[in-house]
């Protein structure tokens, strides 16, 4: 079985650039998740997606951070512009149900921005 | 807010030896999940707890849930260098949907 894949793996823009980050879940997860994990810290989660509707964005900086996730398969998060906060690893993971903690993670992609 | 509180924060252990990681909720969980990540890595699932006075085990380690649903311990018997990381726990709230994950322990394993 396939785990989940994210690319690219690491990612160097200036502030105020954007950048985009895509993720492919295990075939057949309904839910998926965006996670921030910043230098020394758990992750945070950004947006959870059950299928392609929304089921938590609370933690979201919408003013600059979107994710969508069409025909409920692949996602995208989308940073514009980017400050040099947002500097940090950002993961992927998916998981067969909404209410489940076994979540599968890709490897994540490391952003600096500079 | 929604804290889970990991302690400590970092352990540097001889190779042999026995180590315990705790987690504790200020709010009773649904589940509490153990993951383990390495250095620059995703994250690796380990075991999930649901029941009050669960405990599980998966090779040398041991992760318990207390009767409350509150906190929670992870066991490491016999430590190898395999087992250096960082240590997560994460949880489901009883009230809400929002997975959440704590502050991490790195464990350094010397040989």
């Known amino acids: 079985e396939a785990g989940v894949a994210q690319s690219p793996r690491y990612k160097i823009i200036e502030k105020r650039q954007s950048v985009a980050f895509w993720c492919n879940p295990i075939?057949?997860?309904?839910?998926l998740y965006w996670y921030q994990q910043i230098l020394g810290q758990g992750p945070k989660l950004l947006i959870q997606?059950?299928?392609?509707?929304?089921?938590?964005d609370s933690q979201l900086p919408k003013d600059r951070f979107s994710a969508e996730r069409l025909k409920g398969v692949d996602s995208t998060l989308k940073i514009q512009p980017a400050k040099l906060e947002d500097s940090a690893v950002y993961l992927c993971a998916s998981s067969s149900r909404v209410r489940q903690g076994e979540q599968y993670f890709g490897p994540g992609t490391r952003l600096t921005v500079t | 807010s929604q804290e889970l509180e990991q302690s400590p924060q970092s352990l540097i252990v001889q190779e042999g030896k026995n180590l315990t990681i705790n987690c504790t909720s200020s709010?009773?969980?649904?589940?509490l999940y153990w993951y383990k990540q390495k250095y620059g890595e995703g994250l690796i699932f380990l075991m999930m707890l649901q029941k009050g006075g669960e405990e599980k085990s998966h090779e040398k380690i041991t992760a318990k849930l207390d009767e409350k649903k509150q906190q929670s311990s992870l066991h490491i018997t016999a430590s190898q260098p395999s087992h250096a990381g960082i240590y997560l726990c994460?949880?489901?709230?009883?009230?809400?949907?929002?997975?959440?994950f704590g502050t991490g322990t790195s464990l350094t394993v010397i040989p």
């Open positions: 709010k009773t969980l649904y589940g």
């Open positions: 994460g949880a489901d709230p009883i009230t809400g949907n929002q997975f959440y």
């Open positions: 075939s057949g997860h309904a839910t």
């Open positions: 997606f059950q299928n392609n509707g929304v089921v938590d």
